[in-house]
C-alpha cells in the first residue's frame, strides 16, 4: 500500500510541476515574446534530461549487476539449472532473486553458480540496488539459504528522500 501512495505522490508532483511550467512559459511568452519562451523551454528540458544520467541505482532495475558465486570453470555447464525466488511482493511490485546451480567438477551437486535480483511492476520512486548476495547450500537434497542485502531509494521527483537499507533472508528448495 505505501509503494502504490508514494507512487500515487509521485505522478501528481511531476503533474503539478508539468502544469506550473506550463504556466510560467504562457507568463514568459506574454512578457518576453515567444523566443524567450522557446529558450526556456529548452533550458528546462535540458536540465531534466541530464538529472537523470547517472543514477546508477536506476541503472540495475533490469537485474543487469550478476553475482558471481562460483566461478565457471569449477562448474559442469551442461548440467546448470535456473532458479527464481520471489523475495518480496506487494500490491504494485515485485522483487525477485534469480540464481543458477550446477554440479561442480568434483562431482558435489546443487553448487550455486551465479546470482542477480530483478524488480518488476511500478518502481516509480522506489528503486532498488543490490550490495551483496549469498546463497548457501544447506543440504545434499537441493535446500538452499539466501540472504540478499541492498539499499531502496526512495525519491520524489527524482531527488532521494530517504535511503532504506534492506535484508532479504530465505530458503529455497531446488526442483
Known sequence: MLYTLWSLLNLAAFVYVIMLCFKATKIIRDKYGVSASILVTLIALSLLSQSNRNDEYRNNQAGTKRFVLTPKDSIIQSESVFK?????????????????????IHGKPFVPAEAYTTTSGLINGVYWRPESIVINRLSDDGQFGYIVSGVKYWTLLGTTLYIQPVDFRGKVKAP
Do not use: A, G, R
Open 84 to 104: 527464481t525466488v520471489t523475495m518480496e511482493k506487494n500490491w504494485v511490485s515485485n522483487y525477485e532473486l534469480s540464481f543458477y546451480y550446477s554440479t561442480d
